[in-house]
């Protein structure tokens, strides 16, 4: 029924051309007329040279800070009001339906706060290190970039991203269903340096991280994952953090629910127990059936999404040669494969992963196709490396009961209309 | 003479405590008197709370594209008024002083334009191909976006970066001697599919990408590269590519000098041979001492830089644990091994690679010391995976000559005076 190619397998520029030939039918147009000329007859917009042909454009003395392009306004992150009482504790959603690739730019990421976004004067931000240590500890930023820095890739999500999805398809879109997602790389100091340092009690097990905000967001963090990949970050994607992932410096915790990178950062304690913070005894814990709450939920679920098509991204054209893609993610690792459906889940494909495989990162996927024009129920599902697979959004309920506001990674339907139009649906 | 770590190495606290000793000594502040004690007594920085924890920053209504921090108004790209006759056909150099990982924010990427920005359509744009193919095809951007894409990051640095330096030591800063090159992961369709798609005749050898601004850029490339790994491009870091990358469409040229990457891509010509444009013979040739020039020296060679401590970026204290850092690439794979020194090549010291390590991209390096207060000469030496080895400045000369503009991938020199400054010099 369908027709999958995979570039780089050895295809003939002969099935190339059959395979294309319906997108061909609705897009690149072929040349009346014109067979292996210079003198090629095509249509007006490419004959006819354009104003930006005929004018000197803006000089580099313009923008020493680039923008976007004027045709991509709508490339934006986007909220949702009803959402959260006030703008200062709310979400703004990462476009995914308007991205490729892995990478998250930084003007795009998915933004969550509790007070608003604080701006701190780098050189006044101090961080400290105290509680069950050998000597506290107060870095300067510049202290902290005397110490061994390291780069790694990593997604930050949020634990509610797909929340409202929990009682079924409610979003029309990507981005609100799975824009609480991003990806950069970040530069950091390990923070088991800044540990060593300072020095542990043999008594110490677990931190506490605070934030410089008015919030003052707080998580417990167990030493172990402290010791094994948290990064205190001053950079993403090259540039110093943006204020509001936390300028000047902000905790990564790899793989681990976003509420606990905390912001901002400005002290760490060290100590014996959990603190049992707001942020995970009455937030960010899962309400089980019986009654009693899953706590300390921190690993991210595999999981994976369709960002094109989808409800903000219909598809233009009505059959042939046609693009699926999307991202796919997992807490525990890398991601092993991602397989495509348009059928509904009657029969699955191998998508294609491209870019580079990077653990705890997005990853891009692709199934390229042939579009029949029939409507499609596309879904996608995430295999890591670990070798757990993505379920769908009913098995979680049948585990979890129907209570729960967190760590929906479920599968997500999408159906397209023959006219490309997409509509967000689930399938019972 | 230097004290050399590397992270990830089995060391006690302990020795890293010992290590990091000097680090302390100027930078972390142990807090007086308070050990193991959750009521640590530190400075009024951490314990007085700043008017940021006081007040509600900005919502997520503010910035649906977001910006960088207002501490970080210096980080821009910066052109040098007497280089060219116009800003419209000039260069903007990348702040790699600023800049750490390996990716470059798409706002901070070096630009060069010969008759301004062309400010696209993305709507009205096409891209034809034609000349010695079976069916001459015009695309739109939406039927190239239902072609088969791949992700890919590469570095693109134009054949005069560190032009002006074969003159000696020149410029004050490695954004302005090392800065026409960044980094960025691409979106786009392989080249190779549109020309199969067209059916190349057997006659071809050459292609000629064309660009739709007014300065009509147009460049001979081989067409055993196009089939090799050539993109058409339409996005960078995620999202479409900027208005002075080439939006909506560029060519990507791996490895390959920059200005062969042709922006605002309207047209591909397939033919016999070289076109020999302007681009490709009074300029981007290589005058050599006997009077002849080398052409279509299109491969950028292994190359590095340190990038901090830099004149630009001062060292803030006069001794004790350091980190020098830097970037290194080569257009013909990845970066098997850098060398550092500080003592003006008496002795070399393997740097720390970090960071994914992708074909023809930058690789970030660090050099973590303990440094002694005594003056340093620097330089960086970068070994790529074919085992060629980035020679000194004097050694191109000698096989070159020195009538070059192109092509200087000598060795860098800093000298690091006891203040921490740093100026640009020559080793002779």
New interface residues.
Partial sequence: MTNK???GQSES?AS??TF?KG??AA?????AG?????S?T??K??TEP?E?????????????????????KH?????V?WLTA???S???FTPLH????????????F???H????????A???L?I???????????M??L?????????FFLECAANSGMEWRGAQLNGCQFTHGMVHNV???GV?LK?LL??A?I?SSAKWLMPEG???S?MTRSVPLFKALDDCLVAF?M????????QG??LRLVVPGWEGNMWVK?L??I?V?DQPWHAREETSKYTDLMENGKARRFTWEMDCKSVITNPSPQAPL??TQ????I?GVAWSGRGTIKRVDVTIDGGKNWHTA?L???S?DKSLH?F?F?FNWDGKPLLMQSRAIDSTGYVQPTKNELRKARGTNSIYHNNGIQTWHVRENGAVENVEIS
């Fill in positions: 190619i995979k570039p520029a190339r051309r294309l997108g061909l897009g690149g147009a072929i040349v014109a067979t292996a000329a210079r090629a095509p249509d917009a490419i354009h930006w042909a005929q004018t000197l454009g803006e000089g580099v003395d313009a923008r020493p800070y680039g923008t976007p392009s004027e045709f991509e490339v934006v992150r986007r909220n009001s006030t703008p200062e709310s979400v703004n308007e991205l490729d690739g892995i990478i998250t730019p930084n003007g795009l990421c933004e969550r706060h007070a608003g976004i604080a701006v701190v004067d780098p006044k931000h101090r400290m105290n509680g069950l240590v050998d000597k506290p500890l107060v870095f300067t510049d202290d970039k005397r110490f061994p820095r390291v780069n790694k890739v790389m970040y530069t390990p340096y060593e340092e020095g009690k410089a905000d008015a003052g950079a994607n090259g540039e110093a953090l943006r204020p509001e300028y000047p901002w400005r002290r304690e100590g233009k054209h042939g040669q046609t693009v893609t294609r491209d870019g580079p990077l891009r692709y390229d």
